[in-house]
């Protein structure tokens, strides 16, 4: 059996960033990342974005190049998936059988895609947009004009659709909300990125429900709402959220459900065990200390330097401020901060002009903002957030007024 | 190719030519050298591959969006770049990065 120092179970952007961090941090010992699929850590973004595009190749989404892993001493294991972890004997065994022990184990998994459970889900054709083989198989359906449908109207189905539409598909966007990206964003924003697909072509259906999807063949051919409306599709992308996988770390004893919980230094309440990324429960200060699982590539980096830190012996709390970003047609998004439990919103700027934020305020302090084509509310919004800024409201409304210069007092 | 000299954040000086059509950002990434995070993946929307550049090759003007990124970074000077919306060309001159510190 052979045993790691530390072994990180999920070689996705937590997974590689945590051993990248160890070996900044001039941590010696040995250092293996196992991973389920059979590719190298890689950047998802890219994935419903410029990979999707056919504008960048596949070994520039990659975190590092492959010899980068060989030179700095950490083992990459592909193919390699954790069936079950013994936290007592500090070993995991694999679903191949294989048993490995670790001295220090990082559980960076992330999640899984939700899947539709109703009838014809399983037809050829019904893809996830997750990983490297999902973002392929799409892509190869993309040589000629098709009739796409995507089910969620949330960041990944709505980038999906920009690029789709790039690339000249005809695209469906349901939405089982009365609003796209009713999870994470305000109104206002949702509106105008209707809008904007709208005008870009895409056909976007709110409140749908759906009912099944027909086939022909075993292929999908098209979906069926609730209200039996039929809508034919060459192809379905699905985007509505993540499972975390976290179920053989909760089968061996670990504080969680809906992921993991981890302490302010990624900690799982196994002893020598931590957690990173998009599985991982924690108390966030951008949310008043309430428990959130963040799905972002800040979030899974900052968690993992964070985990690296504590298991390098050099522990400092996890306190780093969330951010997001989010490319469609031209449209260029950047969000800060935590918007929920906001108890008043802020409108800067004109959605008509195409370059406006939406603040989010509790109890007049800036806690969360999203900027639309808006870079220097972004940056500006970063420092007041951090800081809790009160804001002069008349002043940080005001577009033509620079939001750094919105403090009250 | 075009020759670069890299200081990283540990002062340590990195000497390398890198393929044009390739971005700074990407050269200095796949070169090894970690200090950079790029977590955007170059779509110039963090500030996360902050450096300083010079070179005797006049470099393509900055965008809004980089200029308003870099004003957010605390050690911003005269020759701040996002190294990532720098492509390397044919016939550039050599240039002399410095990894910024991080924010």
Known sequence: MSTSDVLIVGGGQAGATAAITLRQLGFGGSVTILEATADLPYERPPLSKDYMLGQRAFE????????????????????AAVATIDPARQQVTLADGRVLG????????????????CPGADLSGVFTLHDKADADAIAARLDTPRRAVIIGGGYIG????????????????????ERVLARVAGETLSRFIETEHRAH???????????????????VTAVVLADGMELPADFVVTGIGITPLAAPLLAAGAAGGNGVEVDEFCATSLPGIYAAGDGARHRNRFARDEWVRLESVQNATDQAITAAHAIAGQGKPYEALPWFWSNQYDLRLQSAGLNMGHDA??????????????????????IALDCVNRTKDYVAGKTLVLNGALLDAARAADGDIPLKEASAG | MVELVVIDR???????????????????????????????????SCATCHVYVDSGTPLAAMSEDEDDLLDGT?????????????TLANGMAPLHVIIAPED
Request: glycine content about 10%; proline content about 3%; charged content about 25%.
């Open chain 1, 345 to 366: 919103t802020l409108l800067r700027g004109d959605p008509a002009a195409r370059s406006f934020s939406v603040l989010y305020l509790r109890e007049g302090r800036l």
């Open chain 2, 74 to 86: 605390s050690e911003r000077q005269a020759n701040s770049r996002l190294a990532c919306q720098i």
């Open chain 1, 102 to 117: 670790f001295g220090k184990l990082l559980w960076a998994t992330g999640g899984t895609p939700r899947r539709l459970t």
């Open chain 1, 158 to 177: 709505l980038e999906m659709a920009a690029v789709l539409r790039k690339l000249g598909h005809q695209v469906t966007v349901l939405e089982a909300q």
């Open chain 1, 60 to 79: 520039s989404c990659l975190i590092r190049p492959a010899r980068f892993w060989a030179e700095q001493k950490i083992d990459t294991l592909t193919n």
């Open chain 1, 201 to 219: 072509g895409v056909e976007i259906r709110l409140g749908a429900q759906l009912r099944e999807f027909r086939g022909l063949n075993g292929a």
């Open chain 2, 10 to 44: 540990a002062g340590a000086e990195h000497k390398f030519a890198a393929a044009p059509g390739m971005t700074l950002m990407e050269s200095i990434r796949d070169q090894g050298i970690y200090d950079i995070k790029s977590l955007c993946g170059g779509s110039c």
